[in-house]
């Protein structure tokens, strides 16, 4: 089945650094990839929709200045929290939808848990 | 806007135990509905899915009926095992650039 891998697994970072999520479809192309923030016991929130060779669209509320998405690719997604501070720390996971229109399932990674120190 | 509510965890059941875990949907027009499960550390893996009225997704022994007049979706299992231990997060999404709207996840725990 569709593989998506997401890297890396687990970062733990001093405040005020920048870290970089890659978020990569294996076998498949995936020209819109999405991004998600999970804290603790409590669902997913979508932070952005990274489209292939465009610009990323935020979600209200989502500083596009700090949570920087690039699409390079048809393959692989980043996201890159800029200046981070522990209220950063979260569970980040990336999903890739396989083919076009609403009814096909996304593929999600195993997500990255962000430690901000 | 579009929203999804699930039951509250966490449910706690013993081994063999009959599950039911409650979601219901806001939505304009006639979305599809999914269920993820995320195992501890680890991401989401689409568990079952719905694209119309009256479907029945199944996997690995879960249920889930796509019910338009009651604007439900319950996952149902006949007997759980303690493997089935995780966070399940029911969903849905419109033909509108794919994005998936969760429920606030149900944690189930199945004790031996």
């Known amino acids: 089945g569709a593989v998506v891998s997401q890297h890396p697994s687990w970062v733990i970072c001093k405040s005020g650094t920048s870290v970089k999520i890659e978020c990569r479809s294996l076998d498949f192309q995936a020209t819109t990839m999405f991004w998600y923030r999970q804290f603790p016991k409590q669902s997913l929130m979508l932070m952005a929709t990274?489209?292939?060779?465009?610009?990323?669209?935020?979600e209200q509320g989502v500083e596009k200045d700090k949570f920087l998405i690039n699409h390079a690719s048809l393959t692989l997604s980043t996201l890159t929290v800029t200046s981070a501070h522990p209220e950063d720390s979260s569970f980040y996971i990336c999903s890739a939808r396989e083919t076009t229109g609403g009814n096909s399932p996304l593929h999600f990674g195993n997500g990255t848990r962000l430690t901000v120190t | 806007g579009d929203s999804v509510t699930q039951m509250e965890g966490p449910v706690t059941l013993s081994e063999e135990a009959f599950l039911t875990i409650n979601c219901t949907y806001t939505a304009t027009g006639y979305p599809s509905l999914f269920w993820y499960v995320q195992y501890p550390g680890e991401g989401l893996q689409l568990l079952l899915k719905?694209?119309?009225?009256?479907d029945k997704g199944s996997n690995k022994g879960f249920e889930a009926t796509y019910r338009k007049e009651t604007t439900s979706f319950h996952l149902e299992k006949g007997s759980v095992q303690v493997s089935d231990s995780a966070v399940y997060f029911c969903?849905?999404?419109?033909?509108?650039?794919?994005?998936?709207?969760f429920g606030q996840g149900t944690e189930l725990s199945v004790k031996p």
């Open positions: 990274s489209n292939e060779g465009s610009k990323a669209t935020y």
């Open positions: 969903a849905l999404t419109h033909n509108q650039g794919g994005k998936l709207i």
């Open positions: 719905a694209t119309k009225a009256d």
